[in-house]
Nanobody, 122 residues
């Protein structure tokens, strides 16, 4: 599975962004999708995940009620809608595909996109 994240940018605190993750794959094996983020000097951390069929989601407490993860399997694309952004949401956001759900550790994901930068300013 190959993934490509996009949609990052510079936004003021309280604003919104929508990230996309386009997926290309060689087979029809279902995959679960996760979003992670990494700030400079920090470890990569879990943000949200969605099950392969879109019927279950999981969120880190820090983004619950502000972020919404979804996917469109007809387009092989995942989304992360981010509302009420805070300074601490700044980082590089990565989408990933994996076999397990729920899965909050980077080691549980097999394939990764290249990341898209999100910067929240005051």
């Amino acid at each position: 599975v190959q993934l490509q994240a996009s949609g990052g940018g510079l936004v003021q605190a309280g604003g919104s962004l929508r990230l996309s993750c386009a997926v290309s794959r060689r087979n029809f094996r279902p995959y679960n999708m996760g979003w992670f983020r990494q700030a400079p000097g920090k470890e990569r951390e879990f943000v949200a995940a969605v099950k392969w069929n879109g019927r279950a989601t999981d969120y880190d407490d820090s983004v619950k009620d502000r972020f919404t993860i979804s996917r469109d399997n007809s387009e092989d694309t995942g989304y992360l809608q981010m509302n009420d952004l805070k300074l601490e949401d700044t980082g590089t956001y990565y989408c990933a595909a994996g076999r397990y759900f729920p899965a909050t550790s980077p080691s549980e994901y097999d394939d990764w996109g290249q990341g898209t930068q999100v910067t929240v300013s005051s």
